[in-house]
C-alpha cells in the first residue's frame, strides 16, 4: 500500500464552524496521522499523511468541510510519507 502526505490550505468560510475538530474527526476515521490548524489569515492549514487512496477520500471531504463551511478553494501540495506523526492533532495557536 503506497503511503504519501498532503498538504492543504483551504479558503473560504471556514472558520468558526468546526472545521478543525470535523477534519480531526474525519482523518481519525479515515486513519490518517498530521494536524490542522486556523491561520490568523481566514484560512485552515493541513497537513495529511498515510495511504494514498486515504488521503484522496480527505482531501474531498475538505473540499465539503462540515455543515455551515463555504469552502472557496483549496490548495493542494502532494510530497512523500514521512512518518514523523503518531495521530492527527489539532494545533491551537
Not at 503511503?3 to 472545521?19: A, C, E, P, T, W
Not at 488521503?55 to 465539503?64: D, F
Not at 503518531?86 to 495557536?93: R, T
Request: hydrophobic share 35%.
Amino acid at each position: 500500500m503506497e503511503k504519501g502526505r498532503v498538504h492543504l490550505i483551504i479558503s473560504g468560510f471556514v472558520q468558526g464552524v468546526f472545521y478543525r475538530a470535523s477534519t480531526r474527526n474525519t482523518a481519525e476515521r479515515l486513519g490518517l496521522q498530521g494536524w490542522v490548524r486556523n491561520l490568523p489569515d481566514g484560512n485552515v492549514e493541513v497537513v495529511f499523511e498515510g495511504p494514498i487512496d486515504k488521503l484522496q477520500e480527505g482531501v474531498e471531504w475538505c473540499h465539503e468541510g462540515p455543515p455551515g463551511a463555504r469552502v472557496a478553494g483549496i490548495n493542494e501540495e502532494w510530497d512523500n510519507f514521512s512518518g514523523e506523526f503518531k495521530g492527527f492533532n489539532i494545533i491551537y495557536s
